[in-house]
């Protein structure tokens, strides 16, 4: 893995950083890894985050109805 130094880190920008870091259970390292990441556009999701992804698709669709069509087909 790669390593990176940063000469002449402003002190308030890493009291800052440490704090933020702090908030969020982090080391400091891992905090700047995270913000690095979501600046460049990658993310680390969590299953969390799909906590009631599609349900405006089911919203007029009834389950049961639905789940007893689709194993008609299995036979």
């Known amino acids: ?3 990176l130094t940063i000469e002449r ?3 308030e ?3 800052r950083l440490s704090r933020r870091a702090a908030a969020n259970n982090r080391r400091v390292e891992d905090e700047v890894i995270q913000i690095l ?4 556009g ?8 799909l ?3 599609g349900k405006e698709l089911w919203a007029t669709i009834d ?8 194993r008609e087909s299995w036979d």
């Open 42 to 49: 990658e993310r680390r999701l969590s299953i969390l985050g």
């Open 51 to 53: 906590q009631g992804l």
């Open 63 to 70: 389950v049961d109805e639905h789940v007893d069509r689709e």
């Open 1 to 3: 893995m790669a390593s």
């Open 37 to 40: 990441s979501q600046a460049l």
């Open 9 to 11: 880190f402003p002190d």
């Open 13 to 15: 920008l890493y009291v």
